[in-house]
Each structure stands twice: as C-alpha cells, then as structure tokens.
C-alpha cells in the first residue's frame, strides 16, 4: 500500500526553500554592496532595496545586522578558501607551500577590500558580543568559513614539522596569529603610509607599497615557521 505524505510536509518543504532563496539573494545584495561601497556605507535599507523588499523583511531572516554581514563575510571565505586550495603545490616543499597560501591571501584581499573590512569588524567584537548578536546556526557556518581556510595553513605548517623543515609547537595557533596579523597588515598595504620619527618627537610619514606587504607578510610567516 501506497502512502502520500501529509500536503503539509510539501508546504513546508517549498516555504523553506522560498526562505533559503530569499536569505541567499539578501546576502549577494550585501555583498554587492560591500564591493561597491565598502562595509561602512552599506545601509539595510539599500540592501532591502535592492532585493526589492522592505528592511522589515530583512530582519525576518536574520537576527541583526551583525548576522548578516557575518553571513556576508562566509561568501568571502568560501572564495578564498578556493584560492589558496588552487594555490598550493601538494607534495611541494613545505616552505613553498606556505609563501604560495600567505601569497594567494594577499592576493585575495587586496583584490577584495570589502573583505578585509567584513572581517575586521567582526574581529572587534569579544566573544561574548557575537554569541548575543548572532545565532547559532550563523556562528557554525561563520566558523566553518574560518576553519576551511585555516585548515590548508595548518596542513602545510604540520607539513613543514613533519619533514623538519619547520619548527612550530602549535601550528593552529600560528595559523590563527598569521590570518589576523595578515588583516591588519593588508589594511596597511591599502592605506599606503608609514609613520615613523624623522627626529625624536617628530613624526613623518612614508609610503608602503602593496608589493613590500606581500614579500613581508611571506617573510614573517616563513620566519615564525622556523624555516
């Protein structure tokens, strides 16, 4: 004997599908935003605008806009996590897999200010901030961004130690200190100055340049790889 499911299951299945659709277009309007404006002039109205519905709606499908542009920053994520997985050279030396990764993150945020921006400003928040602003299920996808991107750092770091080319005690935390360090200085490299003393008590600024922050970021991370 046959059995067809309650008329309701099939509601329900299409309403999450319509709600997962909405969620979707939401973000890609923010990120659209961002890449056109940066993180700071992005409004929730204009991005209600743009999917063509109202604020209200927006605050339906996530808790704040703090969700949302966490949310946001995973499509970064998800990107990058492809470049630096093209990025790397398997089997290759350990060294140069991790100038290949440190490069390919340079790259990539240079390419993408708004993702420095997005990722920076949740940085700011402590802990306990983002677990009252943004929902668990954000959280989770928010971490899973985070860690796959890590994860190809952390595999060449253990690399490195396993052939005794590097000598790191926790490669996950070095991972960590490398993604955020990499953050403020990719924010350097977009400002483009330096302030140094031209006397004591005298300041002055110099010029940085893209390139000088890419061979530095590549040079710290082989540094305190111990290579």
Do not use: W
Not at 85 to 105: C, D, I, M, N, S
Not at 108 to 125: K, N, S, T, V, W
């Amino acid at each position: 004997m046959v059995t067809r499911a309650p008329e309701t299951d099939g509601r329900r299945s299409a309403a999450a599908a319509r709600r997962r659709a909405r969620e979707k277009d939401i973000i890609a309007a923010t990120r659209a935003l961002f890449d056109e404006r940066g993180v700071r002039d992005a409004q929730i109205e204009d991005i209600a605008k743009a999917v063509g519905i109202n604020r209200a709606i927006v605050y339906r499908h996530f808790s704040g806009k703090e969700e949302l542009f966490a949310l946001t920053l995973v499509s970064y994520l998800e990107e990058l996590r492809e470049a630096l997985a093209a990025a790397a050279t398997p089997g290759g030396p350990a060294a140069r897999q991790l100038e290949e990764l440190v490069t390919a993150f340079v790259d990539y945020g240079l390419e993408h200010p708004a993702f420095i921006d997005c990722a920076q400003a949740l940085m700011r928040r402590s802990g306990p901030e983002l677990l009252d602003e943004i929902s668990e299920g954000a959280l989770f996808r928010l971490g899973r961004g985070i860690s796959g991107c890590l994860a190809l750092l952390i595999a060449a770091l253990q690399q490195g130690v396993d052939s005794g080319d590097f000598t790191v005690e926790d490669p996950t935390l070095l991972a960590n200190t490398l993604y955020a360090s990499g953050l403020g200085a990719l924010q350097l490299a977009r400002v483009g100055i330096l302030v140094t003393e031209s006397a004591p008590g005298v300041p002055t600024v110099g010029a940085i340049s893209p390139d000088q922050v890419r061979s530095y970021l590549v040079t710290t991370a082989l540094a305190l790889a111990g290579n």
